[in-house]
Structures are given as C-alpha cells and as structure tokens.
C-alpha cells in the first residue's frame, strides 16, 4: 500500500492552507504535515487518478499562487511521523499547547490539542500571537466569542483564564468536531461549539471577540463583530499581515472600534481593538 506525496507551495499561507486542506480532504486524501511554506498531503495510490487535481478549485484561485510536486512513497507510520513533527509550544513561559502524547511540563496553563485535519495549534503566528493577548487580559467572568476556531485552543485558553460562557464558532466541520473534543478533553464546561458563519450572530452580545480568520472574511464581517460587542468591549482580529493592518483599522474606525495595539511575528498581524 503505497502513498503519493503532494508537496505544495502556497503563498499567500492563509487562507489558501486551510482552503486547500478542505478540498483535498473531501478527495480521497487522508493525511496532511503543514509546513513552513504549505502542505503536505497523501493519498493512497490506488485512490489516486490523474484528474483528481481538477476538483481542487483553489488550485484555480488567481487570488493565490499554489505549485506542487508529488512523489511515491512506501506506507509510514503516520501517528509516528505526525508525533516526530509535533512539538509542544509554550507561550508567555506560562502557557504550554501540547499533544496527548507530550508530557506536562510546569506552566500554569496546560492545554492539551490534537489537531486532526484543523489548525491552531499554536505554532503558526496567528495562534501563538492571540495567545499572548488572552494571557495580558483579564477574563475573569466575560463572556468571549471565538470566531473561527479550529481547534478552540483560544476559546480553551479563555475558560481557563475565567471566562465564561463562551461560543466557539467555525464554519468547516473537521473544525467543529475536532473543537468538542478539545474542549471536552481539557474539561471545560462553558465551551458551546458551533458550526456556522457569522449569520449565527443575530441579537447575541459578548464582552470580547477573538477572530483569527483572514483579512476578507474579517473586512465582511466587521459590522457585525462589533455590533456583537458589548460597551469598552475588547476584539482581537488576526490572520492578516501587516501590510493590511492600516486597512482593518480603517474598517474598525468605520464601526466603531478603537485601535490598542498589536503584535506582529513573521509578518502576521494580531491587534486589539475596544468598542467606543
């Protein structure tokens, strides 16, 4: 049983990856490695034709540049190589995002993840860097969106930290799933995950907003985030760069929203914002 090895390029990384990731899932595909520039992805050779790839339609998206190679390999240990690749990360030197299979280390945060076919472990930018924000904050009895969650390490983080309830809300369905289980394995009780966009949000408020999504889906939903946002109410927005942060400015000032401050790492962008 022999796999085939599709090494992509993407740039830019987000949201093309996650986008990508989807499309290749619903294929045939069934493992994936994200990397520094792309993914990886594998799929059993005898589930594999050559115009497969005619059914990624993000291959065909102007919006992104996405080259690949591909090569055979024999059949791995896939927990082997997923265990080999994924590291515990910490934060803050307080916050540790590790696996099942990590052992705990001693910071005073311990948020155990297993990702799947999501994202947000915490070692892209975006993750790491919303973390820091949850860990300067006070969160202690707030009620917290997280919006777009992949695998709710920030909603998990939040709970932690004293929130509560909190909504964790991602439109993709491996997300939502996996989102249950993470919560459930790092026993928060005050984590409703849910599937859906933000049309979900009608006559809700909440004291604060994480969304870590990307530039367009945050620029389109702007109004909405913060009509969802109680008085002196805090959003932290990331999944841009930091060419595009004057932009998502721009737009918060339209809504109502004051800039704080921001992080950047490796050029990603995560910025708070207070509701006037």
């Not at 830019?12 to 990731?21: E, M, T, Y």
């Not at 919006?63 to 690749?85: D, L, M, P, R």
């Not at 909603?155 to 993470?182: F, K, V």
Request: proline share 3%; aromatic share 10%; glycine share 6%.
């Amino acid at each position: 049983m022999n796999y085939i090895e599709f090494n992509f390029k993407v740039t830019p990384l987000q949201p093309a990856s996650d986008i990508l990731l989807a499309e290749l899932g619903e294929l045939g595909f069934d493992s994936f490695v994200e990397t520094e520039d792309g993914l990886q992805a594998y799929i059993l050779e005898e589930y594999y034709k050559e115009d497969l790839l005619k059914y990624v339609f993000v291959l065909n998206n102007p919006e992104f540049e996405i080259t690949y190679n591909t090569k055979t390999i024999e059949q791995v240990n896939w927990n082997a190589e997923w265990e080999k690749n994924f590291t515990p990360i910490v934060v803050s030197d307080n916050c540790r995002v590790r696996a099942p299979f990590h052992d705990k280390g001693n910071e005073e945060y311990d948020i155990i993840i297993e990702p799947k076919m999501s994202f947000g472990t915490g070692h892209h930018a975006t993750t790491h860097m919303m973390i820091q924000h949850i860990l300067k904050d006070d969160f202690i009895g707030k009620k917290v969106l997280d919006m777009g969650c992949g695998t709710a390490v920030l909603a998990i983080l939040a709970e932690m930290r004293g929130a509560g309830p909190l909504d964790a809300i991602d439109i993709d369905e491996w997300c939502y799933l996996n989102s249950i289980e993470n919560a459930e394995r790092n026993n928060c009780t005050k984590i409703t995950v849910e599937q859906g966009d933000a049309s979900l949000l009608s006559n809700r408020k909440y004291d604060i907003i994480i969304a870590n999504i990307n530039r367009n889906i945050l620029l389109n939903d702007m109004k909405t985030y913060a009509n969802c946002l109680s008085k002196d109410g805090i959003i932290y927005l990331s999944g841009f760069y930091d060419e595009d942060l004057d932009l998502i400015k721009s737009e918060c000032t339209n809504q109502g929203l004051t800039y704080v401050n921001h992080y950047i790492k490796d050029q990603w962008v995560a910025a708070k914002f207070i509701k006037d």
